[in-house]
Each structure stands twice: as C-alpha cells, then as structure tokens.
C-alpha cells in the first residue's frame, strides 16, 4: 500500500463538536444498548468519501470547515446518542454531550494524482481513517463517532471520513446519518425538522443478555490475530450487461433473482474456486455471513428508520456434495435460506428473534474456530444512498468501506453510472487468484 503521489498525512486540529441546543432536558441521558448491540463487535467502522474540489470562493477549506462543524452541531442535537460515551456498565450509553470528535487534517498531496493511483488500490484510503488511540479497558473514554476531514494539497480536492462505533451504530444507521447530515449542510435544513431516525426502546423491547458467549465477540481487531494476516482490497466493478448476462447464465428458476443476489452467488463461487485452488484441487466447506437487515421486515412501522444496530447475521452454508458448483445451484441456495428466515422473523415474537439470532451466532463461531472451512461476510448497500452523500460542493468520486478486517464483500451502487460495485476485502494470497478467476474476470472489471 504504497504511493509516490500521496505524502505524510498531518493532522492539523482535533475538537469536539457538541449539540447545538443548550437545554439539558431536550433528549433522554441514557440510551440503553439491546440485545443486538451486544452480537456487534466494539470497534470503529470507517466509510471515506472522496471529493474532487472546483476553484471557487464557496469550496476554500475554512468555509467547508465551517459548514460541517455547524451543520454537524445542528444535526447531532436529533442523534443524541452519537454525542454520547458508554456507560461503566456498558448495557447503556450516557448521553451528556461529550461530544463527536472533529479532525481537521492537510496532505501535500495532489487530489488527481493521488485519484489516479486509489483507483488502481483502493487500500490507499486507509491513509484517511481517524487515529485514535482506542481504550478497550474503559469504553467511557472513547467517542461514539469520529469525523476527519483532510484537505489535498491547493484546495484541489477533500477526504471525509465517518468512523462509528459497531456496538451503537449498524451500517444502515452509519449510512443514513451521514447522508441525513449531508442534507442538512447543503441545504441549512431547519433544526425543527430534522426527524431522521426513531430511537424506538429497543433496550427494554429486545434486552441484552448476560450470556458470556456473546461478550467474546466483543473485541478490537488487533486483539483476534488478523493483524497478523495480511489483508487486502480491491474494487471491481459489475455492469448491468454482466448482470444480465448472469441471469441469462442461470436459466429458469421459480424466482427471478434480483442483482443483488446474482452478484453475491457470483463473488461467493469466485472466493470458493480461489479456495480449491489454494488446497490443491479440494473443495472446502464455505460459510457465507450474510446480514438481514430487519427493519421493514417485521410489522411495526416505526421500526422502519430505527437507530441502533438491528439485524441478524444469516449463515449460508456451502457444504461439498451437498450443492453443486454451477452459478444456478449457489443463486438457489442464497435464495431460498435468505427466503426461509426472511419469512420467519416477519411472524416472530421479540423472543424467538432473540433465540434465532443467538442460535446463528453460535454457528458462525463454531465455523470461524474451524480450521478446516472458511468463512467470509457480505454486505450489500445498493440502494443505500451512499453515492449521494453531497455536503454542498457534489457527491463522491471514489468510496472506501470498512478496515480490511477479514474476507468481507461490499456491494453497492456506484459512484456513477449504472451497476455494482464490489469492495472484496480478502486475504493476500487469496486476492491474486480471485481477479484471475476466469468466470468472474470476464463479468467485472476494475
């Protein structure tokens, strides 16, 4: 992960950005963590956006700080618990506005150069993640999000990164906070109405447990050996003509799949080719993590824009001899467990959900302890609204997802133009034969 047009990273000022509303009594001063927070590990997720910058009075550097800063103050006034700290106990967090930490930071690099090398690696983007120095022995210390906003060299362009904690904030609400404070820095929405999310109770509705099992998922990265394996990631890029060459591929089913699914079962049988290569001509057992999103899922409306982590982690498990290796039969095994729990949990009661969350949680464990199968996540945002992430000054070139922690997929909708993008996140030696794979290499390119 080395470039010659991009320079030392210097970080300029750091600050917490607090609600702009003084009234002590405004919003509630706990919020008490459920029992789906508690499946979500406790480490920092990053998202960074890239923005080239035109020559103009409104995009000088000081006016975009400015901007951010209050419309971030304005917004965060409504997501009370982003401005807060855990609590000792850590079932809760205390919202008495320490404060969302703002990072102002400058590279004497130039934005187009630096562009032209990210396209080609995209792991560049790290560089333009939030340092910290994280306290896992006391949670209370550590800010809930993080935002650091780097300058490039002659106002030429700007990096933006949103870095939230797992354990509070699921991907939908990572999304959808940072395209709702977009909203509001663009178009100076009103504090009275600004009504994005619902913080319905989900502590009381779905209570964490004190189940020691689950707390061992509850870790840093650097705490679990993945330092120790290097990971890497590149970007590729499905077209709608390969998409619907895919689904040409697969033939007659008795669903349609949508895109989304056929670009999952394509990644997926890719990552198990590169498996059996890598074992010498074996097929291994391969899981795939894949989270459901569970809001519009269940009957209760206000459910929909709920803050919060809120969504199970499915297992899909490909076991040898049991599904076959062709596009069709993988697609059918996505759908129809995907389908199965989808079914379920739109009937369940809060207690069956909690039992069949804590039922997979256990499955995935016994396979990530497994030396003898891999397993590997995906996480689609197509249709999130990532791409339009637009502060006042245009939306995203280039998007950068989470910290390579493990053999993950990012799918979502790209920058521009139509598609999917995908973000793998694999282990070295098991990249440089993923993009070799013959079938995906002739539907993607990078």
């Not at 940072?178 to 663009?186: A, G, T």
Request: aromatic content about 12%.
């Amino acid at each position: 992960m080395e470039s010659k047009s991009l320079a030392e990273i210097k970080i300029l000022s750091k600050n917490f950005i607090k609600s702009s509303n003084d009234d002590d009594n405004y919003h509630p001063k706990t919020y008490k963590l459920s029992f789906f927070d508690q499946f979500a590990l406790q480490m920092h997720v990053p998202t960074v956006f890239f923005y080239p910058l035109k020559n103009s009075t409104f995009t000088k550097i000081s006016i975009i700080h400015e901007r951010l800063e209050q419309s971030l103050s304005k917004f965060i006034t409504h997501v009370y618990p982003t401005s807060g700290r855990f609590a000792s106990d850590g079932q809760s967090i205390n919202c008495h506005d320490e404060g969302v930490l703002y990072i102002k930071a400058k590279v004497d690099s130039k934005f187009c150069d630096f562009l032209k090398d990210a396209q080609k690696d995209i792991d560049l983007a790290l560089y333009f993640c939030p340092k910290f120095d994280r306290n896992d022995s006391n949670l209370c210390t550590n800010p809930i999000v993080i935002v650091q906003v780097t300058e490039f060299a002659c106002g030429t362009g700007l990096a933006l990164c949103l870095s939230t904690e797992h354990a509070v904030i699921d991907g939908f609400t990572a999304g959808k906070f940072v395209y709702e404070w977009s909203k509001v820095s663009k178009m100076g929405i009103n504090s009275d109405m600004i009504n994005c999310f619902t913080f319905n109770d989900f502590g009381t509705i779905f209570p964490a447990t004190s189940d020691n099992r689950l707390s061992k998922i509850v870790k840093s990265p650097s705490d679990d050996g993945h330092d120790s394996i290097e990971m890497v990631a590149r970007r590729f890029v499905i077209s709608e003509s390969a998409i619907s060459r895919l689904r040409e591929t697969i033939g007659v089913v008795y669903f349609r799949p949508s895109r989304v699914e056929l670009v999952i079962a394509l990644v997926w049988r890719a990552l198990i080719n590169v498996s059996q290569r890598k074992n010498n001509g074996r097929l291994r057992p391969c899981l795939l993590i894949v989270p459901v999103n569970l809001r519009g899922k269940i009957d209760f409306p206000s459910y929909k824009n709920s803050f919060g982590n809120f969504a199970i982690e499915v297992p899909v498990k490909f076991i040898p001899g049991e599904t076959r290796m062709e596009l069709k039969d993988i697609v059918l095994l996505l759908k129809d467990v995907i389908q199965k729990i989808t079914v379920y949990i739109s009937f369940a009661k809060s207690s069956d959900m909690c039992s069949l969350a804590s039922k997979f949680h256990e499955e995935i464990q016994e396979w990530e302890e497994n030396e003898q199968v891999d397993v590997c996540m995906v996480s689609s945002l197509c249709g999130f609204p990532i791409n339009k992430v637009d502060f006042g000054w245009g939306k995203p070139c280039l998007t950068s997802l989470g910290l390579r922690r493990s053999d993950m997929f990012w799918l979502y909708d790209p920058e521009c133009g139509t598609g999917i993008v995908v973000q793998a996140d694999l282990k070295k030696d098991y990249m440089e034969m993923f993009g070799c794979d013959e079938e995906f290499f002739i539907q993607s390119r990078i």
